[in-house]
């Protein structure tokens, strides 16, 4: 299993690339992180925000393949403990299907990718920064494998 995290935006500071890669580098072959960066759509005054959400979508939507179980980050998605997301990741490695986590730009996530979305997941009611939530989700993810495994990475 591959999990994808598809993310709108492009040119993080050194710091996100840095902690991002510090826990995918971890993760197990058998349970990689690929990050798939979609760009941001282009802003300008005579547009609303749905228009540019449903461009950043249509290239979100590109990047998901038929087969892949999609999860989008969403405020009005579960909220998991570790131990939670621990199971879910057992879970997505028993359907054998790859994992597609969905990040939308400032503007959020477009409708459709909502709709094509097998789950919705809340990392938090608050709102993060998009460079942070990266090197959240990349630890998030490595804490929740080493639940799978007994490794000492988590202790409770």
């Not at 892949?68 to 980050?73: M, P």
């Amino acid at each position: 299993m591959k999990i994808k995290l598809i993310a709108v935006g492009s040119k993080m500071p050194d710091w996100v690339t840095q902690g991002f890669n510090q826990y995918t580098q971890r993760m197990p072959r058998d349970c990689a992180v690929e990050l798939i960066e979609i760009p941001l759509a282009k802003r300008s005054k005579n547009q609303l925000a749905e228009q540019w959400k449903d461009k950043e979508g249509q290239q979100i939507l590109k990047a998901i393949d038929a087969t892949d179980w999609v999860v989008a980050l969403e405020v009005q998605g579960k909220n998991w403990s570790t131990q939670q997301l621990a199971g879910q990741l057992t879970q997505w490695q028993q359907m054998g299907n790859n994992v597609a986590l969905l990040v939308g730009g400032p503007d959020g996530l477009s409708s459709e990718c909502l709709a094509r979305a097998n789950s919705k997941w809340s990392l938090s009611a608050l709102t993060l920064p998009h460079p942070l939530v990266r090197v959240l989700l990349a630890e998030t993810l490595y804490r929740a494998w080493s639940v799978t495994v007994n490794h000492p990475y988590h202790r409770e």
